[in-house]
């Protein structure tokens, strides 16, 4: 009961912190503003009292969060010692307020500056506990530029099989559902799991691996605790391991949790493999692109060009000039401030022919490319090679001359080019739909809308 509610003051602490920030900031003010305000003494002895209270119940909260959330002492103690001084120094502000004699001597200043920067480091030595280091810095290396980086990862057993399934699977499922709790920070039970090092030297109670009875590893016995029970991982309030990882999981335990061995050598059975290929391959790249500028979005919208993410957290758009059908070769250009973040474009109807091409192999992120009912013949379509990303091409009802078909087969992630013609310009169909039907259609589909 009293464990349940120091811990409930405890979570309280994030929310606390605030009240001596506010008064300590506007003693700051008051201070500054002294001439203009004339009753400012004793307004700020009442400020900078009320400051040393909360900042004791802060310092209170704080430490029982620490002590109840499995934080480690490496991780907060400079909070810590930062959040005392911070509740130090405006008490002897106050002392100083009420004309101890002790403080007599210091300067007001100073402590104004003092308070400041303590106040400053406190905060945001806080804020790297709660939202991790990365916090600040990501959104302004994004700004700036550099941290658009490349996430590269593996989709089908195929690519896993020669990997270690430690790293490929075990270690991703332990990121996903255990690390949260059980990290360099946050290490309940005294056991991190965020990497194999960790991993291996286990929690309070010594080795969560059991080499000589697998089954009798604290790992393995956990997860399959029924949810009830306490002991269960991860406790039943979070996101539970599906039954699928449970038996990945107990597999990679049971043949001796190494580190090396590899995915095939664990003989995995037929329901197992499915995992492999339940994260299917995004279809749009993964890379992350900035966000497109609402003035250059503005200046292609006049134009009548159709602009839309292509959901609501991605960056990433589909852009159709299905209302503009005039459009030509050159406006092409109207979409250069944003080719990069362009992953869909629709073509078809309008006025285009083959010089276009020289132009979209700098869309580098083009997943999906419409050019139906256009004049296009294919002459030059072989400097889309260059779009890596590209998986689609709709060239239904044009001028597409049959040999150029073979190009298309040669794109590096090319699934499905759509050749359906009314015109019945190839000559030698057969040929082709022998070659590789997988890739080409030629008929007998329906229109993606
Ligand atoms: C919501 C937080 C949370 C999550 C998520 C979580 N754990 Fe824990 N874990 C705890 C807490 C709290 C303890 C300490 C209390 C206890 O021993 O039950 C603990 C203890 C353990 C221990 C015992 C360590 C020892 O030496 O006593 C093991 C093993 C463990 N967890 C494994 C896991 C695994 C595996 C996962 C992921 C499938 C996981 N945990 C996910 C909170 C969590």
């Excluded at 430490?63 to 934080?71: A, I, K, M, P, T």
């Excluded at 430690?166 to 965020?194: A, E, F, R």
């Excluded at 599906?242 to 590899?262: A, D, H, P, V």
């Excluded at 500028?293 to 919208?301: F, G, Q, T, V």
Aim: include cysteine; hydrophobic fraction near 40%.
């Amino acid at each position: 009961m009293l464990d349940d509610f120091l811990i409930l003051l405890g979570r309280f602490h994030p929310l606390f912190v605030h009240l001596p920030i506010g008064f300590i900031i506007l003693g700051i003010l008051v201070e500054l503003n002294k001439k203009k305000l004339g009753w400012s003494n004793e307004a700020l002895k009442f400020i900078f009292f009320w400051a040393s209270v909360t900042g004791v119940f802060s310092i209170i909260t704080g430490f029982l969060q620490y002590q109840n959330g499995g934080y480690l002492w490496e991780t907060i103690q400079f909070h810590f010692i930062a959040g005392v001084l911070t509740t130090i120094l405006s008490f002897t502000f106050y002392l100083k307020l009420i004309e101890n004699s002790i403080f007599k001597l210091i300067p007001r200043k100073l402590f104004i500056i003092a308070n400041s920067v303590i106040l400053i480091i406190t905060g945001h030595l806080g804020g790297n506990i709660t939202h991790g280091e990365e916090h600040l810095i990501e959104p302004i290396n994004n700004l700036v530029g550099v941290g658009e980086k490349e996430t590269l990862t593996f989709n089908y057993y195929e690519d896993f099989k020669e990997k270690p399934l430690y790293s490929t699977v075990i270690q991703p499922i332990i990121d996903q559902k255990c690390v949260k709790c059980h990290n360099s920070k946050k290490s309940n039970g005294k056991l991190k799991m965020h990497n194999s090092k960790e991993l291996m030297k286990g929690g309070k109670n010594g080795s969560i691996i059991n080499y000589d009875t697998p089954e009798m590893s604290e790992m393995y016995i956990r997860i399959h605790l029924p949810k009830e029970e306490k002991k269960h991982m991860p406790p039943k309030s979070g996101k539970q391991l599906t039954r699928q990882e449970i038996s990945l999981i107990s597999k990679w335990i049971k043949n001796g949790s190494s580190f090396e061995k590899s995915v095939i050598d664990f003989k995995l059975e037929e329901n197992l493999i499915d995992y492999f290929f339940d994260t299917e391959k995004p279809f749009f790249p993964l890379i992350k692109v900035s966000a497109p500028d609402n003035e250059s979005i503005e200046k292609i919208r006049k134009n009548k060009i159709l602009i839309n993410p292509i959901n609501k957290n991605s960056n990433f758009l589909k852009v159709s000039i299905i209302n503009n059908l005039d459009f030509k070769n050159e406006d092409i250009s109207l979409l250069s401030d944003i080719a990069k973040n362009i992953v869909s474009l629709d073509l078809s109807n309008s006025m285009i022919t083959d010089s276009i091409f020289s132009k979209l192999k700098f869309f580098t992120n083009l997943t999906v490319l419409k050019l139906n009912n256009t004049t296009i013949t294919g002459e030059k379509i072989n400097q889309l090679i260059e779009l890596k990303n590209l998986k689609r091409i709709y060239l239904v009802n044009t001028n597409f001359k049959d040999e150029y078909i073979n190009i298309l087969a040669e794109f590096t992630n090319i699934q499905k080019v759509y050749l359906y013609n009314e015109k019945d310009n190839f000559l030698n169909l057969d040929r082709y739909s022998k070659f590789d039907n997988k890739i080409y259609e030629f008929g007998n589909y329906s229109l993606e809308n």
